[in-house]
């Protein structure tokens, strides 16, 4: 059994109700969540020009080779250890996200240690927006309606940056983004060409 063995559903907290079904489960890219959340590129450049720049401060200063050999080691080993660690916390991370979209509701699975499930009504959406990027996948972002209850902390890190005041999920680095998006716009199209509780029930006695 793994951690999310007591899942009815693949990364949804229970059955689910009539009516309701599966339209798209998806998880981010390792890529993505290392280059974007967890700056493994931008890490490994910086050690690599900070291990340059102390280089040739010290062959300037006259230093043996040794000495060069004995700095370009244990520096190199350090940096390597940050960036391992950065990017196994990425890996981590991936694997363990799934995003559902169903005919109601976006759902994200996440977490590590303490994995959490967050649902947001596709009726507390007020809009959503598509962004490509350069390697083929694309980042899909929902702004929920003002007054909905969103926490950061149970989102990080598929939260658009900064969005603090309005936290908007994000459904990071996912692949045939045009397809999800195009999804999304049925769905929601449905959702308001629909009638509601209330007016469904007015029909129905009418």
């Keep these: 059994m793994n ?7 693949n990364g949804l907290p229970s059955e689910l109700p009539e009516g309701e079904h599966v339209l798209w489960q998806g998880s981010p890219s390792w890529e993505s ?8 590129y931008s890490a490994s450049l910086y050690f690599m020009l900070l291990i340059a720049g102390h ?5 300037m200063d006259g230093a043996a080779v040794s000495v060069l050999t004995g ?5 190199g080993g350090l ?46 959406v ?23 209850k969103v ?4 989102l990080w890190p598929h939260i658009r940056p900064f969005s603090f005041r309005r936290v908007q999920p994000l459904l990071r680095g996912i692949e045939d983004p045009d397809v999800v998006a195009r999804l999304l716009v049925n769905v929601i199209e449905e959702m308001r060409d629909a009638p509601s509780e ?9």
Excluded: C
């Design 55 to 59: 280089l040739v401060y010290r062959i």
């Design 33 to 40: 969540i290392a280059k974007r959340v967890f700056q493994v």
């Design 126 to 148: 007020e809009s959503a927006g598509l962004r490509r990027l350069s390697d083929g996948s694309g980042d899909i972002t929902f702004l929920p309606v003002e007054g909905t």
């Design 71 to 75: 700095t370009l080691a244990w520096q």
């Design 79 to 124: 940096a390597l250890t940050v960036v391992g660690i950065l990017a196994v916390m990425a890996k981590l991370y991936a694997g363990s996200t799934l995003y559902t979209i169903t005919n109601r509701r976006l759902v994200i699975r996440s977490g590590v240690a303490l994995p959490m499930i967050v649902n947001l009504p596709l009726t507390k």
């Design 151 to 154: 926490y950061w902390l149970m």
């Design 3 to 9: 951690e999310y063995g007591n899942e009815p559903i």
């Design 198 to 206: 209330h007016e469904a029930a007015q029909i129905a006695t009418a």
